[in-house]
Nanobody, 130 residues
Framework: GQLVESGGGLVNPGGSLRLSCTVS????????IGWFRQAPGTERDGVAC????????YYTESVKGRFTISSDPTKNTVYLQMNNLRPEDTAVYSC????????????????????????WGQGTQVTVSS
């Protein structure tokens, strides 16, 4: 399977971006998808997760109310709508896939950093700066 991220860029504080994660080689009905981000010198942290089969979602606390994860299985694509962006949201954003919702959400937590996931994308840069 492959995942390709797009939609990153430079945005002013308070602005919005929508990231896309397009998958191939498997379906969103079979796999959970997570968005993760990594700023220079830090660990890759979980942002949000979705299981399209039943609509389950997960958000890390710092993005609740600002970010929304959604999916369009007909386009094999998961989206991350990011509103009210802050400078601390600056990072490389990557999506990952695994058959297990438990493994994806575990990896998204601080104590799940060593949880392997089946597939990862290459990432897209998001920079929030004036």
């Amino acid at each position: 399977g492959q995942l390709v991220e797009s939609g990153g860029g430079l945005v002013n504080p308070g602005g919005s971006l929508r990231l896309s994660c397009t998958v191939s080689g498997f379906t969103l009905e079979e796999y959970a998808i997570g968005w993760f981000r990594q700023a220079p010198g830090t660990e890759r942290d979980g942002v949000a997760c979705i299981m399209s089969r039943d609509g389950s979602t997960y958000y890390t606390e710092s993005v609740k109310g600002r970010f929304t994860i959604s999916s369009d299985p007909t386009k094999n694509t998961v989206y991350l709508q990011m509103n009210n962006l802050r400078p601390e949201d600056t990072a490389v954003y990557s999506c990952a896939a695994d058959r297990s919702w438990t493994r994806v959400t575990a990896r998204a937590t601080p104590w799940g950093m060593n949880q392997p996931l089946e597939y990862w994308g290459q990432g897209t840069q998001v920079t929030v700066s004036s």
